[in-house]
């Protein structure tokens, strides 16, 4: 589901019960946590289940969060902690794969994936990272870095209307 609403509006469409707003959530941030439940050390279905447990979450306490702004850092912090309880808990059941069997398996469930998934995991990690950006930096590491005309320093101090000799400091700020 491709939606032009911001994390505010649909948090706010949610708190009015709308269904689709939280399908758009959902859909919006899918990747990001699973993205990150993985990187924590998880396997896939560990994974699977630490993304249900997050989103439970998140709409347990939809209506507190402090700013909507930042549901995408919510995300990335609740779900770490909820890996890390979940790795805990693996270690705590001693559940751990045993010998080369299970870790051969679990290598080639991650090798399965592929460099795609991988890669688009990666992307999600950092345009969720611009998004808690102020606007400005937002634009100023987009034009650096995905921009595909790749403007020059000259260019985007025009853009910007900083002297060219302050848009390294501030791409420096930014990241």
């Not at 396997?43 to 989103?55: I, L, M, T, W, Y």
């Not at 770490?80 to 559940?95: A, G, I, P, Q, Y």
């Not at 991988?118 to 999600?124: F, G, I, M, Y």
């Amino acid at each position: 589901m491709l939606t032009t609403h911001n994390d505010e509006q649909l948090i706010a469409a949610c708190a009015s019960n709308e269904a689709w707003a939280w399908d758009a959530i959902v859909d919006r941030h899918k990747r990001l946590v699973y993205a990150v439940a993985l990187r924590s050390g998880l396997v896939r279905e560990d994974a699977a289940d630490v993304f249900q447990v997050v989103f439970i979450a998140l709409l347990e306490h939809l209506h507190t969060l402090r700013s909507p702004q930042g549901l995408a850092a919510w995300l990335i912090t609740t779900t770490k902690r909820e890996s890390w309880r979940w790795l805990r808990r693996r270690e705590r059941e001693d559940v751990q794969p045993e010998g080369d069997v299970a870790s051969a398996a679990a290598a080639e469930q991650w090798n399965s994936a592929g460099p795609d998934d991988s890669v688009l995991a990666d992307q999600a990690l950092v345009h969720a990272a611009l998004e808690e950006l102020h606007e400005r930096c937002r634009a100023l590491l987009r034009l650096l870095y995905l921009d595909s005309s790749a403007p020059s320093y000259g260019a985007i101090s025009r853009k910007f209307g900083i002297p060219r000799g302050s848009v390294g400091p501030t791409r420096a700020r930014c990241l």
